[in-house]
């Protein structure tokens, strides 16, 4: 009797939230990512070192609303005034900004609208179904419990938070013995290195995209609805909290049936791409500017970045 007495309003709460006709929830996240970036090198000053690196902070901390339903959703930026100064640097010149992204967890479709490099692009494809692995391990956030979730995924060519700095070229050996000779030899090996290098793009030459990454998620099934953050779903319950390499994405508010409801729809102006299209489109612009990044850098004509492990 106990137990039928426990399952009614659990029932009642699964209606309420999961099948009503015009449920709707609003749901605030804050992204995280960190970078352990080098500017500059020593043809900047501190100071111009300083702000970039302000800026670059407010790039990597952002605020997010997931406003969603039964079946679709959407995550949008909210948008920051723009930061004076910043050394210079524009990162959404490098085709870094956000745009609408629109999923439908039914049709297992989403739309993202983004713009790079001053053009729109509307992203159309199949969302990706992760291989969750459910543990019993819970926890807290805010006023709900949540059970964690992991999986391994693909790792997006173009998000730049995944990028590492390639290691050492190798060991060049002893000098022992060789002396003067094996100097020698070091010297022209770095000549050639350094030849090469300038032949080189002056990023992708120094860094590497792992091929995997396992993703930690933490869903509460108070919330029965399998929706989540960006492109995170699949699970039997809200997603709270994402963990993806150097990325955390944290829920602050939620927000149940609110009075004034949205409507969601996905995005429809803007050049249509598959996803695979826009990635080598980007990755090409981005090697673009690095390569006459670089060959500004060794003219001496400003500093660049480097991304350190």
């Known amino acids: 009797m106990s137990k039928k007495l426990f399952f009614i309003p659990l029932l009642l709460f699964v209606y309420q939230f999961g099948f009503s006709q015009d449920f709707q929830g609003k749901a ?3 992204s995280k990512t ?4 080098d500017f500059g090198g020593r043809q900047m000053s501190e100071d111009q070192k300083k702000m970039i690196k302000e800026r670059m902070k407010s790039f990597l901390e952002k605020s997010f609303i997931l406003t969603f339903d039964r079946t679709s959703a ?10 004076p100064g910043g050394g210079g640097v524009n990162f959404r010149a490098f085709g870094m900004g956000s745009g609408k992204y629109y999923k439908n967890i039914q049709e297992q479709a989403y739309t993202n609208q983004t713009e790079m490099f001053g053009k729109v692009f509307l992203i159309k494809d199949s969302l990706k179904t992760l291989d969750w ?5 819970s926890r807290k956030i805010g006023n709900y419990t949540c059970y964690k979730a992991t999986a391994v995924k693909a790792v997006d060519s173009t998000d730049f938070s995944n990028f590492r700095r390639r290691g050492s070229r190798g060991n060049r050996g002893s000098r022992g013995t060789r002396g003067t000779e094996a100097e020698a030899e070091e010297t022209t090996q770095k000549q050639d290195s350094t030849a090469k290098e300038d032949k080189e793009d002056s990023l992708f030459s120094r860094i590497e995209i792992p091929k995997e990454i396992e993703i930690t998620a933490w869903y509460t099934p108070e919330i029965p609805i399998s929706m989540g953050p960006g492109e995170y779903w699949g699970l039997p319950g809200l997603i709270l909290e994402v963990s993806s390499g150097r990325t955390t994405i944290l829920c602050s508010k939620i927000v149940m049936n609110p009075e004034e409801k949205v409507v969601i729809e996905a995005p429809t102006k803007g050049k249509e791409v598959t996803q695979e299209a826009y990635n080598k489109i980007m990755m090409d612009k981005v090697k673009e500017m690095s390569e006459r990044f670089g060959r500004g850098n060794r003219r001496g004509n400003g500093g660049g970045f480097r991304i350190r492990n």
């Open 28 to 30: 605030v996240y804050q």
């Open 34 to 37: 960190t970078m352990d970036m």
């Open 74 to 83: 959407t995550y949008l930026e909210e948008e920051k005034l723009e930061q």
């Open 133 to 137: 692995k459910l543990s019993s391990e």
